[in-house]
């Protein structure tokens, strides 16, 4: 039995405790599906969770938080998502910002900033990815200029997901001068989407929703004391960073792409037993390998490169589950309004975001497996 907070209290007493007060306190959304709406009930989902203590549990005491393991975030996300009252690309966000914001923000920004954030007062983004720099992020070239106290920042940022409702940013610079070697020259910071100079532009996506955005940063003064960590941490901040975007992020996912696995079988008549049973295992693979890497991170494990193996294998069963869908449903995705069809474009995105398959296939064959240099 996994006991999940000092007290003794088990994962099983916290996750039973936790579904009966999800089923006295109805967090169902509404019937408006559109992006707006699912960020509202993010927030509406994350504040209702913080009051009653639930959002606050797993996470340390100094932002806010009631300690215990970070398995008590996994149950929370498992459960949250399970019942469909909150959205996974949304959510997801939490597992990657918030621990770096705990790991490198000045410990009075993150005691401020994180409470803000769990409560769904406000939602954050992730200023990574530009125009040319994308793979080969430590290319990238948003430039941060020193002045005195204060850093000003010129660039371009691209495919920044939910930045038209964000607060804040975690943004990547350079800041190096063009001797120093690329890795070297990356600095981190956590801006103010409201700062003068910043402009948001989203963009539409195959699937319907404008979920990314091109982001322009003109002569944007931040603070010194709002960089994360220190010159030159930027690269070691991104390579924490990703681990998150490519595993623990993904518990909640698969807790929700088992109930379209399930919806599936409730919609679909005549499918062969072999279609859904390729796609339950795909997803009962990844959720095997998601739940022992989220157990090896409670125990104290740093993450690094082996979480691209949860990359792949979340890609591989999401676009495994929607094929099935296109199979099994013959006509829907093409002809009908269902949710199935912009599920299913949506997930064709699933190899690039958080690093591209053939880049995390790279990683294992270099990293993991020592298969030579890039
Ligand atoms: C839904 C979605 C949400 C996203 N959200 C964000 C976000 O919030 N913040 C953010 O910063 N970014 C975000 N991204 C961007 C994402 O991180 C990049 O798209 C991704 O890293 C790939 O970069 P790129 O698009 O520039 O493609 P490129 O790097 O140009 O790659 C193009 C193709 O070339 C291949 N390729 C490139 N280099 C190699 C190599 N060395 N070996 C083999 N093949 C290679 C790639 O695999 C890919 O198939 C998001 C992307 C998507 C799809």
Known sequence: ?????????????????????????????????????????????????????????????????????????????EEVLGRNIAEPGPYSMMEVLVPTMISYARPELAAEMVPRYLRGEEHWCQGFSEPGSGSDLASLSTKATRRADEWVINGQKVW????????????????????????????????????????????????????FCEVYFDDVVVPADRMLGTPGDGWRLANDLLPFERSTCFW?????????????ITD???????????????????????????????????????????????AGAEQRLYDTARDVLPGVLELDETPWRSEFLYSRSATIYGGTAEIQRNIIARRLLDLGKE
């Open 1 to 77: 039995m996994t006991t999940v907070a000092e007290s003794g209290t088990t994962a099983d007493e916290f996750r039973n405790d936790l579904r009966a007060w999800l089923d006295e306190n109805d967090l169902s959304p509404g019937p408006d599906h559109s992006l707006p709406a699912h960020i509202e009930q993010m927030s509406r989902v994350r504040r209702a969770l913080y009051d009653a203590g639930w959002m606050r549990y797993g996470w340390p005491e100094e932002v806010g938080g009631l300690g215990g393991s970070v398995i008590m975030r996994m149950i929370v996300a």
């Open 160 to 211: 920044t997901s939910f930045a038209q409702f964000s607060k804040r940013c975690v943004l990547l610079t350079r800041t190096g001068s063009p001797e120093t070697p690329k890795h070297e020259g990356i600095t981190a910071f956590f801006i103010d989407m409201d700062s003068p100079g910043i402009t948001v532009r989203p963009l539409h996506t195959m699937h319907g929703v404008d979920e």
């Open 252 to 264: 909640q996912r698969i807790s929700y792409l088992f109930t379209r696995l399930d919806r599936l």
């Open 268 to 314: 679909e008549t005549d499918a062969g037993d072999s279609e859904l049973g390729a796609a339950y295992l795909a997803l009962h693979t990844v959720r095997c390998r998601s739940a022992s890497t989220q157990h090896r991170f409670a125990d104290g494990a740093k993450l690094g490169p082996e979480t691209s193996i949860d990359k792949v294998l979340l």
